[in-house]
């Protein structure tokens, strides 16, 4: 197996610099900007639930392309891949250290979930995101393109933990897991498909990292942002009959 | 075009501790090396206290942050203390952004990261 990778080695400005409490710069009218502004970022050490690393990635078959013009179209594009009704907003600088997105995710019953990422590193062959206290899961989740086996390939590497006990029982039935592997699988096939990959058939592997829950965390529920979006959704309503203007 | 481009060595002045000195790139392809160096620093997981020196790290990407993350979990597993020391400013602020630094104590250097041993 050979791998290879052309980063920009010792370059500050890959990585963000710290922060104490996230800060939202723009967002869109049309975007719901809840549960990003004032949180801190949750460590992969202050989640929940059981670590889990996920591992999806897909061939770029029959196409020629750099990993580096991979991960560019990547960054250009980022949500347009994502399945219909989720968006991530981020500022006019685009995917770059230290910036935050803001993203709204299609949850059932017509719920929109507001939560955030703030993107922790970015090189030309990858990029890395970790999530705010109240999203689902605390952690961080990388995106590259790199060359094996005469091939290129497009991955996202998830070192993720649920954040509080009710996005743990979420897991554990089955439905979290499930609406994150399809929604990495649709992202995947979409990136192919828009590079020019006539069917790309991505795979994906699942580590269990930490089988124990950190029940110390369990007070994370008071930021749950689902609850927190729901709980919010008759002002999104209001506000979509009666528009400000 | 790389490979992995980490070498790391065992040094066990103690059978309280062990230190893993790390030179070179911690990135994703580091992970047999660094995971091989923890086991023989564990010492069958009667060692107390693993260090990590990062005196002579040349480079480490996110992917090696979740490498480190995946370390710490088998220490707390096996109820020893993971300490690093060495870290550049530039890294400190890296263990600092992600939090790491909450659970692994960073020192200056490998005497101040030794007086903090549990006794």
């Known amino acids: ?81 994502w399945p219909q009704g989720n968006n991530l907003y981020v500022p006019l600088t685009g995917i770059q250290p230290g910036e935050v997105g803001l993203i709204n995710l299609s949850a059932p019953g017509g719920l929109k979930l507001s939560t955030g990422v703030m993107v922790i590193y970015a090189d030309d062959v990858s990029f890395s995101f970790m999530t705010p206290e109240g999203h689902m899961f605390a952690g961080m989740i990388t995106f ?28 554990r039935m089955g439905f979290g897991h499930k609406s994150e592997d399809a929604f990495w699988d649709a ?9 020019g990959v006539a069917n ?32 919010y959704m008759p002002v999104v309503i209001v506000k979509k009959i009666f528009p400000r203007g | 075009m790389t490979q992995a481009n980490i070498s790391t060595s065992v040094r066990k002045p103690n059978p309280n501790y062990s230190i893993i000195d790390i030179q070179g790139e911690v990135t994703g392809f580091a992970e047999d090396n660094l995971m091989d160096a923890f086991s ?34 088998r220490s707390q597993r096996q109820k020893q203390n993971l300490i690093a020391f060495g870290l550049s400013r530039h890294y400190q602020e890296i263990f600092r952004l992600t939090r790491l630094n909450e659970a692994i104590s960073i020192y200056t250097d490998e005497s101040g990261a030794l007086a903090a041993i549990p006794s």
């Open chain 1, 144 to 171: 590259s393109a790199y060359e094996e086996d005469d091939g290129t390939f497009a991955q996202v590497q998830a070192l993720i933990r649920a954040n509080d006990p009710v996005y743990e029982v979420s897991f």
């Open chain 1, 187 to 195: 992202t995947l096939k979409n990136l192919g498909q828009h590079l």
């Open chain 1, 1 to 81: 197996m050979s791998k290879s990778e052309n980063t920009p080695k010792n370059n500050p400005n890959s990585w963000a610099r710290p922060v104490d409490k996230l800060k939202v710069s723009e967002s869109p009218n049309e975007a719901i900007n809840l549960n990003v502004d004032g949180r801190k970022l949750s460590g992969l050490t202050h989640g929940f639930g059981q670590l889990w690393q996920k591992t999806y990635k897909v061939r770029l078959s029959g196409i020629e392309i750099t990993p580096q013009a991979v991960v560019e179209e990547w960054k250009a594009n980022f949500s347009k891949f």
């Open chain 2, 40 to 73: 023989q620093a564990s010492n069958g997981k009667t060692t107390r206290t693993i260090l990590l020196n990062f005196t002579d790290l040349e480079y480490m990407n996110s992917s090696g942050i979740g490498l480190l993350v995946t370390m710490l979990i």
């Open chain 1, 200 to 231: 790309p058939q991505p795979t994906q592997t699942n580590s269990l990292v930490d089988s124990r829950m950190q029940w110390a965390e369990w007070r994370n529920i008071w930021n749950n942002a689902g609850i927190r979006s729901g709980l």
